[in-house]
């Protein structure tokens, strides 16, 4: 019997090598006044910049330039916002990476708004966002979040009062995702690293978790298999354009995924950990990947959960890709195959990285794992913790 399940919209998806050049005709649909969110500058220093912006120049619009340094936190959107003033804005545009999109998603959402972002983000907010916003086109410029197909932001602000919490609204789906994989082809080999495991991540907890469904579930395989076929590779050579589509796909997948099925253990540390230090959120993610599974195998086999191992079990065919030996080798052989790819792509331990021991009481009371497929004690977080800290 298929189980009961909702999937929420998606983008308008234009997937392709070169496709950022249907931008300005896009654009136009939308009007005039464009307002461009993008990092620190890289994107701005190539020249498919400057090719898109001659070309929406040449089609009679005019924009203004953002620039979000890092993770979006409230101030950086209040700011943007503020900065905009009464201009009129027509349409939002972010390219970049996933903080990128995050903060253009928020700020679209945020300029018909007076409030803080902060007042309406899940959790420590006090108030429901009525779902207005200004017209949003995600280009992603790196294969990580799969902002680009969700209806949430993720604002943060770091230490001791910190938070990693979501701006969230159906109406927050981009109208466009727009997604060139030749515009990650520049991306730095660490963050290439990061994003990917944060895309592997994305996939492996929808596809794991008790929210899946038979569409994410087909859906978390095709991105898997994108993902056996291309992180790797990617990360050993970056200007690989085939392994870049593969990711690219992958990390779309993704974002389609998780909004569907939700996330699970490790991304509750990645938020709880995020919240914290200034760890970049791939680095988190793709570290705990490998202990994180081997505690759920642990936990699973002990509860004798029979579906959620034969999901295990698939995953360890899919990227062993051998076909003889039982389940149980299947099994044990994906969580060996998570430490192999992290060591192999040199991801570094919660220590290295920037977090301390001392707080980890802290991180598993405020770590989430509601769509995680099993239970986990706070011991058998405390030792996924420990296995990651070096």
Known sequence: MVKPFQFARIPAIHFGNGIISRLPGLVRQFGSRILIVTGKGSFLKTSAAETLFRDIKKRGAAWNIISIPGEPSPEMINNAVRKTGSERVDLVVAIGGGSVMDAGKAISAMLHMTDSVKDYLEVIGTMEHPGTKVPFIAVPTTSGTGSEATKNAVISETGIDGFKRSLRHDNF??????????????????????????????????????????????????????????????????????????????????????????????????????????????????????????????????????????????????????????????????????????????????????????????????????????????????????????
């Open 173 to 390: 789906v981009p109208e466009i995702a727009l997604v060139d994989p030749e515009l990650t082809v520049n991306c730095p080999a660490g963050i290439t690293a990061a994003s990917g495991m944060d895309c592997f991540t994305q996939l492996t907890e929808a596809y794991l978790s008790v929210k899946s469904n038979l569409y994410t579930d087909a859906l978390a395989l095709k991105g898997l298999n994108a993902i056996k076929k291309s992180l790797a590779r990617v990360c050993k050579d970056g200007s690989d354009l085939d392994a870049r589509g593969g990711m690219s796909f992958a990390a779309l997948t993704s974002g389609i995924c998780l909004a569907n099925a939700g996330l699970g253990a490790v991304h509750g540390f990645a938020s709880s950990i995020g919240a914290l230090y200034n760890i970049p959120h791939g680095i988190i993610c793709g570290t705990l990947m490998p202990s994180a599974n081997e505690a759920n195998v642990t936990a699973l086999r002990r509860s004798e959960n029979k579906e959620a191992l034969a999901k295990y079990s698939t995953l360890g065919k899919l990227f062993l890709e051998k076909e003889n030996g039982n389940d149980d080798y299947f099994i044990d052989g994906f969580t060996e195959y998570l430490y192999s790819l992290s060591e192999q792509i040199k991801l570094p331990g919660l220590k290295t990285a920037g977090a301390d021991e001392n707080d980890f009481e802290t991180i598993i009371k405020n770590t989430e794992c509601k769509n995680n497929p099993v239970k986990l004690t706070p011991d058998e977080l405390l030792v996924i913790l420990q296995k990651r800290y070096f």
